[in-house]
């Protein structure tokens, strides 16, 4: 506890109680005022407002003043209260005004050891109890039981899983089980994030960010889906290479969260590349969705935070090339490594890339030659995509800006590495 005295702060003056009375006293009134309100607002009969909180913290700050053992028995003593009021009230079943009671007299008795601390959680505890009928309505409402159940499945994760995994690679510098799963982690996490956003923004929104929340699953996918519904007639042209581009913004956002993961040296490098190209294929993105005259490809969203299969497909993919891209460096040198990692870009960029970054730093000659050719053969293999699925009209929208933000990525990377 590095961070917290443990001993509280000296009473060598009046004007250090006054400070510590004072500010037990502001925390108790701010707690009360809201409990205060509440009851007014809500029509009920609860044990506790405005002065009985502030009297709570106060008793706490004076009670461990006097020692430990005051601290204890005040502490039981306000528990005793508490309990009192949960036997026999009638009006108000809940248990939340009591628990924020007890904690009060903790906040006002924490004033002696970090005011500071102590303000901050009586903001915080306000807050809470501000939000109740908003946090009822989101958990009761809002969030969809599937919802839930995949929030605490990412929770798992990475509050069990990942810090349990080991972290030592099986074969060189791949097959790191810690690696997997944290990248399995972050692609969940990343596709949660994407879908709660999509259900907060509005409709007009709904197929730009629905697109940026598939590219995170296959944004080569994405751009074929979206071809086919222009070849077949159901949608705008350019709608639908805006919403395309919009999928590849989801690819470089996903190759900065892998990298970040690997090599924070390689994510220096690529950090400012990567916001110029996404920001290239965002301006791009707006223009065309803006200008178009149709958004019949909204895509609608279900109610799944995250697809574990396709991530886990795609973690998969990722372990798979890196393991070859590794092998073909291990047997055939560096021409081995450029070789695999052009020949991986083609179809999964994050899984040649990620192999590249694991083996080296930015500085090596070989693995920057090889990292900014897998970008370049990505792009052109996704223009090649646009045209087979979408036709000519298709790709000549989508393929130029796709060529110009890698064209730029690939420019400023090199150009970072010679700063």
């Given at each position: 506890?590095?961070?917290?005295?443990?001993?509280?702060?000296?009473?060598?003056?009046?004007?250090?109680?006054?400070?510590?009375?004072?500010?037990?006293?502001?925390?108790?009134?701010?707690?009360?005022?809201?409990?205060?309100?509440?009851?007014?607002?809500?029509?009920?009969?609860?044990?506790?407002?405005?002065?009985?909180?502030?009297?709570?913290?106060?008793?706490?700050?004076?009670?461990?003043?006097?020692?430990?053992?005051?601290?204890?028995?005040?502490?039981?003593?306000?528990?005793?209260?508490?309990?009192?009021?949960?036997?026999n009230q009638i009006d108000d079943p809940g248990v939340t005004t009591e628990i924020a009671f007890v904690l009060t007299y903790f906040i006002g008795a924490m004033c002696l050891w970090n005011i500071s601390y102590a303000a901050g959680l009586s903001v915080i505890l306000t807050i809470l109890l501000m939000t109740k009928h908003s946090m009822h309505g989101i958990a009761g409402k809002w969030i969809t039981e599937a919802e839930f159940r995949d929030g605490i499945f990412l929770l798992a994760l990475l509050l069990i899983a990942l810090p349990l995994t080991p972290n030592k690679p099986f074969w060189g510098s791949v097959l790191n089980p810690y690696v997997i799963l944290k990248l399995l982690t972050l692609i969940l996490t990343v596709q949660a994030l994407a879908h709660i956003a999509k259900r907060l923004l509005s409709s007009k929104n709904a197929m730009m960010l629905s697109s940026l929340a598939s590219g995170f699953v296959s944004s080569t996918a994405t751009i074929a889906s979206l071809g086919l519904e222009v070849r077949n007639g159901r949608a705008d042209t350019k709608a639908n290479a805006g919403a395309a581009l919009m999928s590849c913004v989801a690819t470089l956002l996903q190759l900065l969260i892998i990298v970040i993961g690997i090599s924070l040296s390689w994510f220096k490098v690529i950090l400012l590349p990567s916001l110029i190209a996404m920001l290239i294929l965002i301006i791009f993105s707006v223009w065309f969705m803006r200008s178009s005259q149709t958004l019949e490809s909204v895509q609608q969203s279900d109610s799944r935070m995250f697809s574990l299969k396709e991530a886990a497909i795609i973690v998969v993919s990722l372990t798979v090339i890196q393991a070859g891209v590794y092998g073909l460096n291990v047997v055939l040198g560096d021409a081995g490594l450029i070789a695999g990692t052009l020949l991986a870009s083609l179809f999964e960029i994050h899984g040649a890339l990620s192999t590249i970054v694991i083996q080296g730093e930015p500085s090596n000659s070989v693995l920057a030659w090889a990292f900014g050719l897998g970008l370049g053969a990505h792009a052109i293999a996704k223009s090649v995509n646009a045209l087979l699925t979408g036709g000519t009209r298709f790709a000549l929208v989508f393929a130029p800006i796709q060529i110009l933000h890698m064209a730029a990525f690939v420019f400023l990377f090199f150009w970072m590495l010679n700063l």
């Open positions: 506890m590095n961070f917290i005295s443990l001993n509280p702060l000296s009473l060598n003056s009046y004007t250090d109680f006054l400070t510590i009375i004072a500010a037990a006293l502001g925390c108790g009134l701010l707690i009360g005022l809201e409990r205060e309100r509440s009851k007014q607002r809500e029509n009920q009969h609860s044990f506790a407002g405005l002065r009985s909180f502030a009297i709570c913290a106060l008793l706490g700050a004076v009670c461990f003043i006097f020692g430990p053992y005051f601290g204890i028995i005040g502490a039981l003593a306000v528990t005793g209260i508490a309990i009192y009021s949960l036997k």
